[in-house]
Structure formats: C-alpha cells, structure tokens
C-alpha cells in the first residue's frame, strides 16, 4: 500500500488547499472540483485530506455508516431499530475512490451473486455510494468518466439518496457524500449539469517561481527516499490542521452572518449573472466555513473575498466574446464592487 | 559504437532496475531490428534485476474487462460460485510492461495506465468484485507515429521518465558484441539501499530547476524524475563513494530526462560569444541585478551541466527530439484515434437484453445469471423431482439469457472553414468566432468535436485541430488574424483533407464554410481572379467525391452566382445570410446539420 503525501507538505496552492478545506468542514457547500495542469498536485492534495479528519460516531455494524443522532436520515434497517437503544462505534470518515472503468453494480450496489449462487438468497450488495455515505466520493480523470455513470452520480448527488429497483430488489439507502472531482480541462470539458453540482471549483497551475518549485522537488524527493521520516515531520503539520478544523467544526454553527454581507453576496452574484440562488447560496456557506477556519464568529467582507472565485467561476454563463477566464471576471467584480 | 545507442542501453538499465520509479520509456521508432535489437537488451537486463520476462504486452484495443479484470465465466458456472479473474495490470506489479502503437492508445486506457502509475496500484471495481490490486509497473510504450497528428497521449508522456528515438540508429552501426559486463555486474538490491542514501545538495536541486527553465520545461515531474535518474546514477556508480550525485551524474540526467522534453534549446555558443564582448560596468549591473541570481554558484553549475548534457547529444538528434516536443505540445488531444470505430461487438456498454447470443451478439453472462439466479431453488426442486441425474449446480433456461447492448455513438467533426480574408470584413470574423464557440457548448453536452480552419493570404490554416475542450478553443480563436486575399481553392483541398482523415477514424465530419466565396488567389498562390476562381470550381469538383455533408453559408452582403455555384459542385447545402449574427449563424448550422 503506498502512503499518501501529508497535506500539509503541499507547496503553494493556497486556494486549492482552502476550498478543499472549506468542503470537508461544510458538507452542505456541495463538494469540490480541481481542474489543473498535468502534475501540480491535485490528486495528492485530495488523498491527503483523508489524513485530516475526524472520525465520526456510527449506528455499530452499519453499513452505511448511519448517524444515531440524525434519525431523518437513516438507513431501512437503522431505522426500524430505532426505538431500542442503539450501539455506536467511532470510525474514520470515508473516502471512497470512484476508479474509471467501475461497473454500474459496484457503483449502485446490486444483487450479491455469490449469496444468491450458494445459498438462494436475494440480497442486496452495497456499492461505493453506500460506501461513501456521510463521507467523502472522489473521482479522478472526472472528465472522463462514462456517460452513464454520470447520470447516475448526478441523480444521487441531487437527493442524498441511492435507489436501486433491478432484479426484483427495491431497496433505498441514504447516499450523502462530498463529491471530490479533479481533471486536467485540456482533456474535455465536464458535462454542465455535473459541472453544477460541484460547490466549490478550483484552478491549479504548476508554480513558477523557483523557490516554491525548489522546494516542491525537495519535499517530493525526501518523502520518497524515506517516507517514514518525512511523514513524521508533516504528522504535526498535519495534526494543527487537524486540530483547527475540529475547532472550526464546533464554531461553524455559532458562525454569524448579517445583514450587510448578505447584501454584498446577492450583489456580487446579480453584477455576475450567476444562474440561481444555487450560487448566493454556496458563497455564503462557504464564506461561514472560511470564517470557522479562521476562528472568527462572524463572517467579514474579506471572507467573501477570498471564497468568492472558487465558489462562483463555474456559475457564469459562457460569453463567447469576453476572453478573459471565469476567474478573472469574478477577481474583477470583486475589485469593482468592494474596494 | 554509437554514443546514442550506449545511452540508448543506459536508460534501459535503469528502468530494467526500477520499473516504478521511473514511469516507463517512450520509445520513438519504428518496428525494425534497431528496436528489436533494443529490446532485447531490455529483457536480457529485465532478466538480471529479476523481472519476468517476455514483456506482456497491453494493446491498443484492449477492453476494461481484460485491462481491469471481470467475471471468469467458465469457472463461475462450473464451481457454482463467482470467480473474478484479474484483468492483464493485476499481472504487471513490479514488472514492465509493453504498449505497442502507444499512440493508438484510448484516452481511457491511458488514464487507467496513469492511475497505476501514479500509485503503484488500481481500484478495480467490476462486475460484483471490489479490490485494489498493486501494479507498481513501468511502460515501454513503443510510439510508431508518422504523421503529426498521432502523438503518444501526454498523459503517458508526462509519466514516463526517458524518450528514446531509435529512429536515428542505423542497423549497421550497432556493436555484434553481447551486453557489456558493465551492465550485467550490478548487484540489484545493494544499489537500492545506496539509492535512499544520496541525496542532492540544495544548489544541485535548484540547478535542475533552472535546466527545466531554460530548456522551457513547466512540469515538475520532469525535474522529479531527473533527480531520481541522478540518485540512481550514483547509486550505480561503483567509483563514487559519496553521498550526492557528482556533476557529472547529474549532467547524464539532465541528458536522459530533461533535453528530450526541451520546447527550446539556449543557444551556449551564443551567449559565451556575447559573454565575451566587453559590457560596461552599469549594464552588467543591471543585468544582474534583473536576472535577480539567488545564487551564483547555482548558476554556474546551473550552465555547466547543462553545456555537458548538450555536447553529448548529437545537435540534430536534439533538435529532432525538440521538434518532436514541440508537436506532442501542440497536439493536447491526441490517442482519440479509433476510438470510434464502427464496430457491432464495440462501444459504450448499454446494459443488456433478453436474446439469444449469435455471432454479432455476446452473450451478457453476469446478466444471464443475474436472471437466472431468483429462480434456483424452485427450479432445483422441480428437476428432483423430475430426473434422477445428477444435479447441476445453476439451472439456466433459455429465458434467462442475455446479450450485451453497445452503444456505437458516432462522433460528429463540425469543421469551420472560415474566411480571414480582407473581403470578409474582419466583424464577421467576430461572428464566425462566436459561432464556433457557441456551437462548441452545444457539442460538448453530445460529446462531439470540432475543428477550425481559416484561410487568408495564400495560405489555408488548421488552427484548431478537432477538439472538444472550450479551452483550446478559445486560445486558438483568440489569435485569429484576418486580411489578405481568398485562396478558396486551397481552404477545400484542406477542409476536405481534414474531413477524409477524420472519415477513416470513423467519424462522422460535416463542414460549415463562412466566406463570401470571392475567390481570388489561385492554388499556387498566385494573385488572380479567373485562375482562383477556376481551380476552386476544379477543387469543389474533387471535393464533391468525398461523401461529407456540407454547409456553404454566403456572408456576402449580396449573394452572388459563383459563391452559390461552387456550394453547388461540392453538393453543399447553400445559405446566403449576409448579416447573421453568432447566435443566428449557430442555430441555422444546428438546423441544417441536425435534420
């Protein structure tokens, strides 16, 4: 088993590293999405994060890892248990990784072959939705993944719920997860109705300056030549973050947001034309999980600002005369409306 | 001998050693002795470090079920219980293993190749088996392109370590001797335990950074693999005792790794000369305090290493490899080729359906069980009672069986052809742009792909090769000049060219002209009315041999006779719309195209 590169070791990438962040701490911001250049560090930046979070309590033996105080979203068998007291146990959040080439049956879940073949039995197979639940989906190369699984990803995203009806089963689980994507744009643009799924988007770019990319090439060659050594270095980088965003989580319901910045988010989106009030929305929530982050109770401009590209570059319309990228555009707003 | 082969054999030392570590090889040539010569090397040394070997080989075709791994059919049904048999990368961990016609690759399969060379193992998740299996591997993805258009998928290029080009290797200029000892002496285990010892000085990391940068190298994977190759060749070294690379270690890496990826090559001879001329003592001042040096010794071994890497590569070689860099850059979407062949047994799988299996049909086996399943015990029970032979351990009817649906989509090429010429005012060139753009949101959401040409001057101009990314698009619209004459003529012979080749990649082109078909350079280039006109009447008439759906739309402010008689000869569908906006010109080429 290889070991992931700590988050924390990562060069640079400060916008990438908070989004991500962001999504972990406030699932409701809808998942992220980091589109870059070929080797600048996007998947190593998405398996770090595994590293830095929490374990959560659990129904005990659940295999959709059921949360006992969230009785709305409970599973069938959860559920009709629910009146007797119920075991808990710890465990680390998942992160599940949706691989190309999966087939529809492990991604869903479908019949268990192997009970019906030996024992006659019709049971259910969980698939990595259910794996997923109440954790983290991440798709590499999501840009490429096939059309069909796509649709299904986008219809259980929507409802936080996955159906299957085949072969006789019926049976319906809860399916909440972040959805964690990462592509390189150069190989094909992703399809817009997934594209909107995502809460928040990131660009990544290879570093140009030679003292950050200096120091990338030593941090990668030492991590490799002993990785035991390099990962106890990083372990207290990594526990500080860990530690912050467990702060952050206990603050993140307390966190205020008044009046004027309200304003300011449904300005920013109306001088942008931003589709919806999915946007006004994602800004906010992530602009309160910016604050968290920094330990403050209440939400200032300059947490919007600093949260406000990645939370709205996909939201704007295509204007094919207008050269400039999405981001650019909201960097420009932002300049115009809040000097 | 020739000092290229020797590294030739270099590099297969080292990725024979440490497969993983260095990614794999692009071998640059074609299917010769010279390449064979090579790879057999690459066994004998393969053999040495302990690989098996012959070389499996992944080819180009080749489905998730055999790459990945899927249900054994014959030994589910015999044992009664579901068997998954590992798919052809669950075979390759710790191995090498080969890509012939690598350019061919699908843009799939190289992702699932890059995944596991990324991280030394894959997530299977097929049919009823979830696993993640090891396959830390190295590729030796031979790259047999001719033309510019088929590049190995940068993807692939990006993860592998070294580019050989054997092409430049006569067969009669290879040693008839064996493998030198020199590289059967190594002792394979104690070099990897040297290997974690070395490490690189901080001045020799940020000299590598600054090759990368001269020789116009972005990525960091490069400069990665460079210091790799430079630890290893020390490791290697039996004189070198200490515990970093020596210079010259790192000038044979910076040989091996970075120069075949250089996008320009610093001209030394150059600078020493200007170097030389007496500067005044203010400008020198200047000049270093712009170039802003952290370090002066970095730079000076910064030049050093990199002087010596270039001398021992032969300038045309280099200058070969460059070219090669440059193409692969320009080319982003590449390995699509036949990846929509038609095919009854190929395609996006579609679930399956009831039917019997024939020769067009596969026989759906995981459904067929699936269906067959619910029904055993009943149907075990009724074949007690009705025979006394022994029982089957799956009943199956005729009923149950299901066949594969696969979903041969198509791809739709729209190619622009757009006149840049003075007479196309440069506004409508605007419009053209918005068009393309507009047509290009429209196509992604079907996954179909488009091209730019645009022609002006004397000159007809692939400026976007069939892409689907908006990126690309927009990069090359944005550096759209116009003005000059119309060499008609010239635009369909390249249109047409274009929509041949996307033909035989089993494509479905359609092409979409905006001009006002004032033809008035003629094919060779020469100014002149009646010529031009002539040879676009000769070009249209060839043209109409190839079957393409076409659409001429006249952005004349009058429609004019010629304009509509050449639509005419090539068959095009003909559409005078002098003042059609982006919007309008996108939804007539909808309308037209899509009825």
């Known amino acids: 088993m290889t070991r992931n590169y700590p988050f924390s070791a990562i060069v640079g990438q400060d916008d990438m590293k908070l989004a991500i962040l962001a999504a972990a701490l406030e699932p409701s911001i809808g998942g992220v999405l980091v589109m870059g250049d070929r080797g600048t560090g996007k998947s190593t930046a998405v398996r770090g994060l595994a590293a830095l979070l929490p374990s959560m309590t659990v129904v005990k033996d659940c295999t959709y890892g059921c949360d006992p105080k969230a009785m709305a979203s409970l599973c069938a068998i959860c559920s009709s248990g629910a009146k007797t007291k119920v075991k808990t146990e710890l465990r ?20 268990d072959i192997e009970k019906a073949l030996t024992l006659g039995e019709k049971a259910f197979e969980p698939g990595l939705l259910a794996k997923a639940n109440r954790g983290f989906l991440y798709i590499d190369e999501v840009n490429l993944l096939d059309d069909h699984l796509v649709d299904l990803l986008i219809d259980v995203a929507a409802s936080g719920q996955n159906v299957v009806e085949r072969e006789g089963l ?41 003292t950050s990319r200096i120091e990338i090439i030593k941090r990668r060659d030492a991590f490799e030549r002993n990785p035991d050594a390099f990962m106890k270095i990083w372990d207290k980088e990594d526990a500080k973050i860990r530690e912050t ?53 209440k939400v200032t401009r300059d947490h919007l600002k600093r949260i406000a590209v990645p939370a709205l570059q996909h939201r704007l319309r295509r204007n094919p005369l207008d050269e400039s990228s999405s981001a650019t555009r909201v960097q420009r707003a932002l300049d115009e409306l809040f000097t | ?82 068997v998954f048999r590992p798919g052809l990368l669950s075979h390759c961990d710790h191995n090498l293993v080969i890509l012939p016609m690598a350019e061919r690759l699908e843009a799939g399969t190289v992702a699932r190749i890059a995944a596991a060379l990324d991280h030394g193992s894959i997530q299977v998740e097929r049919d009823g088996h979830g696993e993640r299996i090891a396959c830390a591997m190295g590729v030796i993805a031979l790259d047999e392109s001719i033309e510019e258009d088929e590049v190995v998928n940068p993807k692939l290029m990006e993860r592998c370590a070294f580019y050989l080009d054997l092409d430049s290797l006569a067969w009669r200029d290879l040693p008839d001797t064996k493998l030198d000892a020199e590289f059967l002496d190594l002792d394979p285990v104690g070099i990897k335990e040297r290997v974690e010892q070395i490490t690189l000085r901080d001045e020799q990391y940020a000299a590598l950074i600054g090759i990368a940068a001269q020789l116009g190298i972005e990525s960091l994977r490069a400069v990665q693999f460079t210091v790799r190759t430079a630890r290893y060749l020390a490791a290697i070294d039996f004189d070198w005792q200490q515990d970093e690379p020596s210079q010259e ?50 730079d000076v071994l910064e030049d050093q290493i990199l002087e010596a890497a270039q001398a021992a590569i032969p300038r045309e070689l280099l200058d070969r490899l460059t070219q090669l860099a440059l193409v692969r850059q320009k080319n982003h979407s590449v390995g699509k080729a036949g990846a929509s062949q038609l095919s009854n047994q190929r395609g996006r799988p579609m679930g399956s359906k009831p039917g019997m299996p024939s020769g067009h049909q596969r026989l759906s086996l995981i459904d ?33 069986l299901r066949v594969k649906r696969y979903r041969q989509c198509n791809q739709t ?50 400026l976007l090769s069939p892409t689907r990314s908006l990126v690309r698009a927009k990069r090359s619209l944005a550096s759209l000049p116009g003005g000059g004459g119309t060499p008609l003529a010239k635009a369909i012979d390249t249109a047409f060219a274009l929509a041949k080749g996307s033909l035989k990649k089993g494509m479905t082109p359609t092409l979409v002209f905006l001009t006002d078909g004032r033809a008035n350079i003629a094919r060779d280039g020469t100014p002149g009315r009646t010529q031009a006109q002539a040879d676009a009447e000769q070009s249209a008439k060839l043209a109409s041999q190839v079957k393409v759906r076409s659409l001429w739309i006249d952005t004349s402010p009058q429609a004019r006779e010629e304009s509509q008689q050449i639509a005419q000869l090539i ?25």
């Open chain 1, 92 to 111: 680390p959040v998942p992160v599940v990784d949706l691989p190309l080439g999966a087939t529809e049956d492990r991604v869903l879940g479908a019949l």
């Open chain 1, 170 to 210: 019926s049976v319906r689980h809860p399916a909440r997860f972040v959805l964690v994507g990462s592509g390189n744009p150069e190989e094909g643009e992703l399809r817009p109705q997934l594209l909107d799924r995502f809460g928040l988007a990131v660009e990544v770019k290879t570093p140009t300056d030679m």
């Open chain 1, 245 to 297: 965003m467990a702060s952050a989580r206990k603050k993140l319901a307390s966190v205020k947001v008044d009046d004027k910045l309200l304003r300011d988010a449904s300005t920013l989106c109306a001088h942008l034309g931003t589709d919806g009030l999915r946007g006004e929305l994602t800004l906010l929530r992530a602009s309160r999980a910016v604050a968290a982050l920094d330990g403050k109770n």
């Open chain 2, 1 to 82: 001998m020739p000092t290229y082969w020797l590294t030739c054999l270099h590099v297969a030392q080292l990725i024979a050693l440490a497969p993983h570590e260095f990614g794999g090889v692009i071998v640059h040539a074609r299917s010769g002795p010279v390449r064979e010569r090579w790879i057999q090397a690459l066994e004998q040394l393969a053999r040495h470090h302990g690989l098996i070997t012959p070389l499996r080989k992944i080819p180009s075709g080749i489905s998730d079920e055999n790459l990945l791994g899927g249900l054994d059919i014959e030994a589910t049904i015999i044992s009664g219980k579901p």
């Open chain 2, 249 to 298: 270690h790192l000038e044979r890496a910076v040989t091996l790794v970075l120069l075949p990826r250089a996008t320009q090559i610093p001209d030394m001879a150059d600078e020493t000369q200007a170097e030389d001329e007496p500067t005044p003592e203010e400008n020198e001042e200047a000049n270093s305090e712009e170039t802003q040096s952290p370090n002066h010794e970095t």
């Open chain 2, 368 to 400: 067929t069980l699936r269906a067959a399943v619910p029904w055993q015990r009943i149907r075990q029970l009724q074949f007690k009672s009705s025979k006394n032979q022994s029982q089957p351990k799956i009943l199956i009817r005729k009923d149950d």
């Open chain 2, 413 to 462: 090429l729209t190619t622009f052809v757009v006149d840049a010429s003075g007479s196309a005012a440069i506004n409508r060139l605007a419009e053209a742009k918005g068009a393309v753009e507009l047509l290009l949101a429209e196509c992604y959401v079907r996954r179909d792909q488009v091209a730019l040409i645009s022609f002006r001057g004397s000159e007809a101009e692939l």
């Open chain 2, 571 to 595: 068959g095009s569908y003909y559409l005078p719309l002098p003042h059609a906006r982006a919007q309008e010109l996108s939804q007539a080429v909808l309308g037209v195209l899509h009825t």
